[in-house]
């Protein structure tokens, strides 16, 4: 059973770097054809892709996050991580981690998710 848990801050100030660590166990990341991605969800809106790192560390964003979005990983520690920088109040969140089974949007295992919130 593959297990996912989103790590970091809860709260930051508009401007900051957002950093969130997902550690990824009962699976690598570097098996074939997955994809572990970052989604968040606003209060009161949908699901937002934000991007993923591939099986071969290849990654892919969202367009309208791009310039502010990373992801990167650490394949001795079985863990990707997110960095989103100069956060504003829009950034309030819950962010979750994932896997995607082809890179096709489907989603078979999701961390909890982790609230953070942006406010001076």
């Known amino acids: 059973q593959v297990q996912l848990q989103e790590s970091g801050p809860g709260l930051l100030k508009p401007s900051q770097t957002l950093s969130l660590t997902c550690t990824v166990s009962?699976?690598?990341?570097?098996?074939?054809?997955?994809?572990w991605s970052w989604i968040r969800q606003s209060p009161g809106k949908g699901l937002e892709w934000m991007g993923a790192?591939?099986?071969?560390?290849?990654?892919y964003y969202s367009p309208s996050l791009k310039s502010r979005t990373s992801i990167s990983r650490d394949t001795s520690k079985n863990q990707f991580t997110l960095r989103l920088t100069s956060v504003t109040p829009e950034d309030t969140a819950v962010y979750y981690c994932?896997?995607?089974?082809?890179?096709?949007?489907?989603?078979?295992?999701w961390g909890q998710g982790t609230q953070v919130t942006v406010s001076s």
């Open positions: 790192i591939a099986f071969s560390g290849s990654t």
């Open positions: 009962g699976g690598s990341i570097t098996a074939s054809s997955y994809f």
């Open positions: 994932a896997r995607d089974t082809a890179g096709g949007g489907e989603f078979d295992f």
